[in-house]
């Protein structure tokens, strides 16, 4: 059975954090493929500057390029409305059929705030998730809070799967204002990546 791991975001932009994380998942968790899909109008994130949704997926594209085991996936791109989670795992299961397993990977963060996603108990009977810890936020924990809401087979299931990550604190939000200020953002992004960011004037003032 072929064994694809879903990774979501804004990709605002995409950082070295995101691929080493995919790729830690796609090693310890035997993922046949990483689909990076970045989100159209994120639920969680209604505050956040995005860059224009063209900039963001050819950055993703720049930055997967050369590992056929990454794809960048327009799928929330190309879709109205709110880019809720259960409606891309659902679109993915019609596309690629039931011979295939889908994983949601997520940080400990993002585990900790399942409870306030659109149909959080669809979504975790639909999908698998494969989790790391986050700087500051500990997997371990947010399982522990959750298990009384999810119920402790799905807890059981996500420590199972946890993935032993580096805890790099690289963020989004801190590459958009060293680039506002004119200052390097060397590898924090792929070198392609940057060269785009500098070349389309992202994040600039």
């Known amino acids: 059975m072929t064994r694809l791991g879903i990774f979501g975001g804004t990709f605002n932009p995409i950082h070295a954090a995101h691929l080493i994380l995919a790729e830690r998942a796609r090693d310890e968790r035997a993922l046949d493929k990483v ?7 994120p639920p969680h994130k209604p505050q956040e500057p995005l860059a224009p949704s063209a900039d ?23 879709r109205e409305g709110p880019s809720y989670t259960l409606l891309t795992v659902r679109e993915l299961r019609g596309r690629f059929g039931a011979a295939v397993q889908l994983f949601l990977l997520l940080g400990a963060d993002s585990v900790r705030d399942m ?5 959080a108990q669809d979504l975790v009977r639909t999908v698998d998730i494969i989790a790391f810890d986050r700087p500051g936020h500990s997997l371990d924990r947010a399982v522990d809070q959750l298990a009384a809401l999810f119920g402790e087979d ?22 958009r204002q060293r680039v ?19 070349e389309r004037g992202l994040y600039r003032p």
């Not at 056929?68 to 791109?77: G, V």
């Not at 060397?186 to 500098?198: D, G, T």
């Open 35 to 41: 689909l990076f899909i970045p989100a159209l109008l």
């Open 56 to 78: 963001r997926l050819r950055m993703v594209e720049l930055a997967v390029e050369g590992n056929p085991a990454f794809e960048a996936l327009p799928l929330e791109l190309e």
């Open 115 to 119: 409870p306030t996603w659109w149909r």
């Open 154 to 175: 799905w807890a059981r299931r996500v420590r199972n799967l946890k993935v032993s990550a580096p805890l790099l604190d690289i963020s989004a939000s801190e590459i």
């Open 180 to 198: 506002a200020a004119g200052r390097s953002i060397r590898y924090l992004v792929p070198e392609p990546v940057r060269r785009h960011i500098l």
